[in-house]
């Protein structure tokens, strides 16, 4: 009888929880897809003489992929720029970046430009480059921007993707993240195993248009900070009693 | 006055404990026939149960060893008596909170309410909050409780007094107590797990103001969730080893211990390692940084080395081959040390991560818990208890059915915990209101599960009738 | 793995609960006047020391056992893709969609391979457990939201595998379950 009851309620609970909040929102889940399959092998056109495919690029060493167009008014550039500086704070450098453009309206000159503003067009480790495959590329990433006519932009994430030498997708980040999202991206294209990770929550993601470098960042790390707070301040409430009953003691 | 009032006050804590123990020994033996599938509780009957007596056990061995230790107290500093009212009044209502939340409100989240789940409501909406408050109210009233206790020492002490520091060095000019150190440690080990619990009901409470528009960190809480529920369960063992300290060789009419270097040294290192330990509780979240893995195991390896190098082996030299007066007050407390000791084992075999994965929230983990809860502390705290209300009783009443008090208390508590770990090695899942078919032995063993806690519940109620008829005594007895 | 656990803690048990009662029975014995132990502060530091190596070296040799390290320098062949929520597992060989999330209870897969577990929740914290076909935890990991926990596993026989919740999550826990064959 009881357990009857019981067990109606669960099958209830059960479809009433999967439409309540989910603590990810549908970005973390997206960097799941497509994470040990093969990335598309678009031809990529880099300058006016040379053209190679991801394949051949990622043979010498791992690649990142980035995804930008130069129009953008939203994230690719504060993107572009976090990724680089996060990039210099790592040590290791055994892989290249890629960086593609997914309008169909940049040009190699474009693109060029893109590197000079950010200085890394003698940067050896950058490649800026376009291709004409860009949809089955984007398809094979998992990455789909969206055409808004009224804005003239396209609505899109960041997004950042490990292809390791065999060309297979070690892991996506989407998003704008912090350097420790970057390293374990980058042991991933290493080949080397972490037993875990963080997906991106409500409050750490970003797309053209809710940009916000002001709460954005996201710091794993400083809730850890949070567990040394009972010792600190038990350790200060001590002190502060001792002081307190100073004039007692003899 | 003030000391007649605590004789009191420690007087009705006693009678307050013990019921509290009967009632939630019974919820246990429910529990165990349930799984035994003897009677049929809904699940939500059964995890409200669990829920109930696990927050109602941690919550009155850490009173008893309070209260205890507050008694012990005034033999070296002045106590007042405004601690422990606060005390004794915020656990009454904590507990009042408790028991209608999880009785009438069935909130079911167990002890630890590990986040997210309390506000995933399967239960009266109120429910969440009034246990949320109920741990609340709890938590200050401890708090209060805890720092008034080390503001009475401190008014005596010194800081590097209080914590032996001087003994580190060779001929110190003042002795402090062991009593007193152990005190001290164990005060500002329970401070810091309030303080965990209060950052995290702080957490709780803002996400829950917010509407969910502010979401809190999984990991972060179940940190904190550990830091509080395992340093509390963790520390309210020391305060029975402080009681220990101060009477075990008092009622065996022995000289009384001293502290020495090695006492001073283990006791401030026991501080770091067992506020460190808690991290042993989320060796299956890989998503928790590595060196804190790390750390929790070494910093529980570590724990065991002054419990069994000082305390143990305080205990068994002070024994081995020595006339004492052996008495019931001074049984309880050797068998509680080896209860202690079994126990340990049991925690140092989880505490290895690489077994912690195949152990993890099996009944293994409730069999070491309550091998150093039921044949540890809790032996501990009656020994108190016992010596506590014979003192004032008139001396020559002699020790009647103690051989078959500590039979009946051995017997149950063994064969309970026995099948906790056979179930433990059969790989049965902890906190299952009714076993799988894949679990033959389980139900088989929850009934014997069962059986063997009524025997341990009726030594109990020889103990409960026995001392509380004196405290109740005490409470009413006009003069000292 | 859980026989030898058992078998090392009645052992150890075993032993202090000899030294107890010996211990407690040369008490009994004494005279009056009171042998008790010599030199005991030696004895003592010695039996710390004795103690640390032991756990030291336990320490040593276990945590590199650790599941974290498991098959670490392997590359998977496969990714199972494991949604947690009240009260059931959804696994899927594609990553699995929060607002619709798709995938099975049960599913199969092949003997003798690095299987990849990326395990989390949607909702609450739950336990993924792997028991064998005689019903023994052979790995587990936490499934916690917000976060992905990634186990790694080589089957060896082939049978039906149980998952089983290990982390208490609301009244239906204890029937929290999905499945594994290896063919
Ligand atoms: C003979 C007395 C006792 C009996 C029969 C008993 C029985 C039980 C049972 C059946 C469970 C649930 C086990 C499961 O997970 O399947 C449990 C859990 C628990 N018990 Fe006891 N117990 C006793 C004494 C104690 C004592 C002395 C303490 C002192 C601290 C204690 C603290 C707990 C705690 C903290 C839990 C965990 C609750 C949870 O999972 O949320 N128990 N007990
Ligand atoms: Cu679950």
Known sequence: MCKDYVFIFLIALVFSTVNVTAQVTQNGWKEERQVYQKVFDAKLDIDEQRSATILQLAQTKPLIIAMVFTRCTGVCSPFLLQFKENLQMIEKKNFNVVVISFDTRDSLKDMAMLAQIFDLKTNPQWTFAVTDAIDSLSSSIGFDPVWDEKRQQFEHDAIAVGVNTEGIITKKLIGMRNSKDLELLIKSIEGAFSPSYRLPGKSNLFSCFNYNPQTGRNMPGLGLLFIAIPAVVTFLLVVVINLLTKNYRA | METVKIKKITALWIVVVLLLFVVSIILGILMR??????????????????????????????????????YLMQRYVTVSLWPNMTGLIFTAIGVILLWVSTFIGDFHAGWTFLYPLPFKVMWASWATPMFLCSLTVMGVGWLIWSLGMVMQLLKRYSISQVFAWQHFGKNPKVETPPFVLISMITLVGVIASLLAAVVLLILYFMEFFSNSSFVNDALLMKNLTYFFGHTIANEMLYLGLAVLYELFSEVSGRPKWKTTWYIAVSWNLSLVFILTAFFHHLYMDFVQPEGLQIVGQLASYLASLPAAGVTVFSVIIAVYRTKIKWSLTNLLFFIGVAGWVVGGLGALIDATISNNFVLHNTLWVPAHFHTYNVMGNVLFSLAFFHWFAMQFANNNITERFAKTKLGLLILGGAGFLAVFYLGGAESIPRRYSNYPAEFPSAQVLAYVGAIFATVYLIAILFFFLNISKRCVKIMFSSSS | MQTSILILFLILTGLALLVFVYVFMTSKGAKSSGGGIRNALKKRLWFILILFVLLGFTAWVTISKSPYYLFADEAPSQVIHVASMQFAFVLSNNS????????????????????????????????????DASNRLIAQTQAMPGYVNRLRWKFTEPGIYHILCLEYCGMAHHGMRASITIK
């Open chain 2, 33 to 70: 026939l349930n799984q035994g599938e003897i009677i049929h509780h809904s699940p939500v009957t059964f995890y409200g149960n669990m829920t109930t007596h696990g927050l109602t056990m941690i919550g009155i061995w850490f009173v008893a060893g309070m209260a205890g230790v507050n």
């Open chain 3, 96 to 131: 699995i969609d929060p607002d619709s999330p798709k995938g099975v209870s049960s599913i199969e897969l092949p003997k003798n391979e690095l299987i990849e577990f990326r395990v989390t929740s949607l909702d609450v914290n739950h336990g993924f457990a792997i028991y």
